[in-house]
């Protein structure tokens, strides 16, 4: 909602048409001959082409092999793991990355070691010798070179790192510590940063928003390269694919982004058109286009120039890719190629083709690209049968060497988990502390001084007291929102690679107005507006921050959780593990918890985010506590999931001393905080339920002599049980409470392990106490839903200890426990 742009009614209400342009189909028509007349290649890349294309087919044959039969080339070894094959798609894949340098980033599927090998093949050919040795040499401390080279004896630098891309990524795939990521990743998520091989993925179509963040970063950061995203045709029909494509073409990179920023994302959109989607078919069954580059043609005006190309012909997918660099060089990004392809192998191992006719298979085996483009160079006179004879013979034997290297433990051993049962648990989190993830100057439109919300604040209260102990009113007070304002506008003046997006965050100041008077600071392309499309937010977000940026997506409404489930639960958390911790993940998700809004936008699903190992999860309450947790949250380089409530956004601070501090100050994520003293009864909570849990601590010490000690969680992952211990062993009693629903949440689980860790001081169980299992009803019903003061009276009264005259307003007996699960309710 950029007050720039003027929408005429004048102008959009006319009559007209949109009109199409044709989108190339197979359009290369070249021989071989025609291309070197042409200069456009050397007898001697001609034969680099076909050797790339063996090697791929002589790796995926042997995985085949081993899957299949249990061994390779007369050598015994059983893999259970998977073993997705593209033996087919060869010159595909060594199409898409002939043209590309190491400073072009490729992402994959979960069928990609084609095209790992081919990027990791082309970025050895066109490395310098000596940046290629540093590089092997550097990785892993030489770990990995050091096994490859054991069959090795020449001193061809490039030769050997033939022999270090398929060790390594054969390592790998076998769970080997010696392997491009330490065996963590496997099979379906090998890759290899130096050479520009970005995470390949095994969800379908991961890579469709990833892939579109590493671009943002590469635009936004100045750093050179395009980035490709190859995901199958079968992958069209995900949201998430979708979203990536839509967040990729956004009019604002042309139209509202300033200066060297103007311009489209570097990203290609690279479908490996194999027509199969596991068994379905998709033209003609699963999709609706007969040709997946029509996609492009709904996407923008340009229709991301789509084109299909023919993928049995390397030359002409490597025509086609130095057509749309120059176009990516000219900044007209997105583009979408549809490389037409085929696999012979079946989805997986396990895959016995039932879906699809052998006469098939044999008519796409009969045109093997393989084979048609070594008929190509014998008719143009760059190779002999023998040549290509002597290529195969080469690659079967280091292809060998590489395997028994691989599957010898002594040499390349896996990782041993009963020796060490700790050691993965060092991959989960990377715990740094950095300042700034760029050496640049950050863009900023003025001083941080002449912020008009800077200056704003300055003038407030930083306490719910003034110096004297007096009362200060509402309108004066540091409030919640100003503290998470405080630190992410710190943390925009000392990182230049920190960018925040989300839905409605740049004009607006967000949906609660904690950016407000960052649209003044910020150019456009460090806080900008993205689509209603959550699953891109996270998506791209995941990926810039691997390639080495900081960011702060928003997620407007917890309940939108929902619609970016695989990037939250299944990419955000996982890759610097999976990575061997190589990657770094420095995302910080905001998330509102809300109320007044019903059961679509007022639900906590803090629960859900805990419950998935390699996130951190916090949720402040107070302003003091907002501000330190996100300095550290901006201060590390861990995914953290930042909760804040709705309710509590204009509260003031009313529990650390002096209030909240102007300067730069950390919270350490994990350490609960004391809000209130007592000895009777221990009350943990977490989110604003601290505030009614306080009411509740004054209608216990006035009306029935009891002192409850509130403790405010403030952390959900990691969390330090010791002071939450210290209390129960001097109360006896504690009640756990949150506005989450109660069944399948996190507070059963910290009530059952402070059962665990304090039996012998309890005098009662815990009692929990969240929301209803019921959904979140309307703002006039919600004192019968959420916990109120009441409710932790009634629970203490009912479940730790009966209080003298109290009458139950809610009830939490054993017999209506009973019932309300019986009904599921």
């Keep these: 909602m950029p007050k720039s742009q003027f929408i005429n009614p004048s102008d959009v209400r006319k009559a007209g048409e949109v009109t199409f342009q044709p989108i190339p189909v197979n359009q290369y028509n070249k021989t071989i001959r025609e291309e070197l007349k042409s200069k456009n290649f050397t007898t001697e890349e001609l034969k680099k082409i076909y050797h790339d294309m063996v090697v791929i087919r002589e790796f995926e044959t042997m995985l085949h092999l081993v899957k299949t039969t249990g061994g390779y080339s007369g050598v015994e070894y059983n893999n259970p793991g998977p073993a997705h094959l593209s033996a087919g798609q060869e010159a595909a894949a060594v199409g898409m990355a002939y043209t590309l340098t190491v400073d072009d980033f490729i992402f994959g599927s979960h069928r990609s070691h084609g095209e790992i090998l081919a990027k990791g093949l082309r970025a050895i050919e066109t490395l310098d010798p000596k940046e290629l040795e540093k590089i092997m040499n550097e990785f892993w401390d030489g770990a990995t070179l050091n096994v490859a080279k054991k069959a090795y004896k020449s001193n061809d630098t490039k030769e050997l790192g033939i022999r270090f891309l398929l060790y390594g990524a054969l390592a790998e795939i076998f769970a080997r510590t010696t392997g491009f990521n330490k065996g963590l990743g496997g099979s379906m998520h090998t890759f290899f940063t130096p050479f520009g091989i970005y995470p390949n993925n095994a969800i379908v179509g991961g890579s469709g928003t990833i892939a579109v963040g590493a671009a943002l970063y590469k635009k936004v950061n100045r750093k050179p390269g395009l980035v490709v995203a190859n995901i199958g045709d079968a992958s069209m029909a995900r949201g998430p694919v979708w979203e990536g494509i839509t967040f990729a073409a956004m009019d604002q990179f042309k139209q509202l982004w300033a200066d060297d920023m103007k311009g489209g994302l570097p990203v290609i959109i690279n479908i490996m058109d194999n027509q199969y989607g596991m068994g379905g078919q998709t033209a003609g069954e699963t999709m609706g286009f007969d040709v997946a580059a029509r996609i492009g043609a709904g996407v923008n005006p340009e229709q991301m120039h789509a084109e ?475 004192y019968a839903f959420f916990p109120q003061a009441e409710s932790f009276i009634d629970i203490i009264n009912e479940k730790l200890i009966p209080l003298k005259g109290h009458i139950a307003k809610y009830n939490f007996t054993n017999a209506e426990q009973i019932r309300r699960s019986k009904l599921g309710v």
């Design 308 to 782: 299909r190309v023919d993928g049995y012909n390397p030359l002409a997918v490597i025509e086609t890719y130095r057509r749309k660099k120059e176009l990516i060089e000219k900044k007209e990004g997105p583009i979408l190629v549809d490389i037409l392809t085929y696999r012979f192998s079946g989805h997986s191992p396990s895959d016995s083709s039932s879906y699809r006719t052998s006469e098939e298979i044999k008519a796409w085996e009969e045109q093997d690209c393989i084979i048609s483009y070594g008929k190509q160079l014998i008719e143009a006179g760059v190779a002999t049968q023998a040549d290509l004879d002597s290529t195969w013979n080469e690659v079967k034997e280091i292809m060998l060497d590489t395997f028994k290297l691989a599957i010898n433990d002594e040499l390349s051993p896996i990782m041993d988990l009963h020796k060490n049962p700790d050691l993965l648990e060092t991959m989960m989190f990377s715990n740094q502390s950095i300042d700034s993830m760029s050496d640049a100057k950050p863009d900023v439109n003025h001083p941080m001084n002449e912020n008009p919300r800077v200056q704003q604040i300055a003038k407030k209260e930083r306490s719910t007291v003034d110096k004297d102990g007096n009362p200060v009113s509402k309108m004066k007070q540091f409030q919640l929102r100003d503290g998470i304002f405080e630190a992410i506008v710190d943390r925009f003046y000392k990182d230049a690679s920190l960018i925040a997006y989300g839905e409605e965050n740049r004009d607006w100041g967000g949906a609660f107005a904690v950016y407000r008077g960052l649209t003044e600071a910020l150019p456009y392309h460090r806080l900008f507006n993205s689509p209603i499309a959550e699953a891109a937010i996270i998506g791209t977000s995941i990926g810039y921050a691997m390639c080495g940026g900081r960011v702060i997506p928003e997620i407007m409404y917890c309940d939108f959780l929902g619609c970016c489930g695989d990037e939250i639960f299944n990419q955000l958390p996982k890759w610097q593990a999976m990575s061997g911790n190589i990657l770094k993940m420095p995302v910080v998700v905001r998330v509102s918890v809300g109320s007044k809004y019903g059961a679509q936008h007022s639900q906590d699903w803090t629960s859900l985010t805990a419950h998935i190992p390699g996130l951190k999860v916090c949720f402040p309450v107070t302003p003091y506590d907002a501000k330190g947790l996100m300095n550290s949250a901006l201060q590390g380089t861990d995914p953290v999931v930042f909760f804040e409530s709705q309710r509590i956004y204009e509260i003031g601070e009313q529990f650390h001393k002096g209030g909240v501090p102007e300067g730069y100050y950390e919270i350490p994520f994990g350490e609960p905080d004391i809000k209130r003293e007592g000895k009777d009864v221990t009350i943990l909570t977490i989110g604003a339920t601290l505030y009614r849990a306080l009411d509740a601590a004054k209608i216990l010490e006035e009306k029935y002599g009891m002192s409850a000690e509130v403790i405010d969680a403030r952390s959900l992952v990691p969390f330090n049980y010791e002071k939450v211990l210290a209390s129960v062993k001097k109360t006896g009693r504690i009640v756990i409470s949150s506005d989450a629903t109660a069944r399948g949440s996190f507070l059963n689980d910290l009530a059952r392990n402070v059962t665990d860790l304090a039996f012998d001081d309890l005098d009662a169980p815990p009692a929990v106490l969240g929301s209803r299992d019921w959904i979140t009803p309307a703002y006039e019903l919600e």
